[in-house]
């Protein structure tokens, strides 16, 4: 668990999964969003991979990139939510 929440301290893994709690995308336009350059954006993307937070599928030469499964979105969204809350 540990593992898991370390990879999520990092600010451009967040603003990743953001996105992709919205819609799924490939990595061109994950770059665009995040003004990363697509190598950047790759590299995180295996990164959020290895502990399954995303997944793809390939569309002809397209990579989609999306949450790996609900509970990746349940997570992100009570987070969110929970941060969201007056104190």
Known sequence: MADFFGLL????RLRMLSLLAIAE????????????????????LKT???????????????????LHDRHVFDLYQTVSEHLDEPT
């Open 25 to 44: 995308l490939c990595v061109g336009d994950l770059a665009i969003a995040l003004e990363m350059s697509d190598s950047a954006v790759s590299h995180q």
């Open 9 to 12: 301290a990092d600010p451009n």
């Open 48 to 66: 959020l991979r290895a502990l399954r937070l995303v997944s793809y599928r390939k569309q002809g030469r397209h990579v989609f990139y999306q």
